[in-house]
Nanobody, 123 residues
Framework: QVQLVESGGGLVQAGGSLRLSCAAS???????MAWYRQAPGKQRELVAT???????NYADSVKDRFTISRDNAKKTVYLQMNSLKPEDTAVYYC??????????????????WGQGTLVTVSS
């Protein structure tokens, strides 16, 4: 069973920093990993993605402030968030896809989401 467990959310003042972590378990291989967020009353939006350790993409709203990285050995993706703004307040979700051991000892594809971690930025 594939699980993504997030940590690192919390309350921070504007201008501050937080680091989110998302650890995957039950997987054979991780391909794309990403962070999304959903603010109250808004749709979930893509924040940052990493296809591998050298390929990253960011939403315009977080460029130059957020950094996504991954540790493949630890099967973990991180989101370093600096210069936080009140509009960054949201529930942040980890996403990953790849392969896992499915039934009959066969490798099967998966797509999974974490449970979400709340980030609140006060002004």
């Amino acid at each position: 069973q594939v699980q993504l467990v997030e940590s690192g959310g919390g309350l921070v003042q504007a201008g501050g920093s937080l680091r989110l972590s998302c650890a995957a378990s039950g997987v054979v291989r991780l391909n794309a990993m990403a962070w999304y967020r959903q603010a109250p009353g808004k749709q979930r939006e893509l924040v940052a993605t990493t296809a591998d350790s050298s390929t990253t993409n960011y939403a315009d709203s977080v460029k130059d402030r957020f950094t996504i990285s991954r540790d493949n050995a630890k099967k973990t993706v991180y989101l370093q968030m600096n210069s936080l703004k009140p509009e960054d307040t949201a529930v942040y979700y980890c996403y990953a896809d790849g392969t896992y051991w499915g039934g009959n000892h066969a490798v099967a594809p998966f797509r999974a989401w974490g449970q979400g971690t709340l980030v609140t930025v006060s002004s």
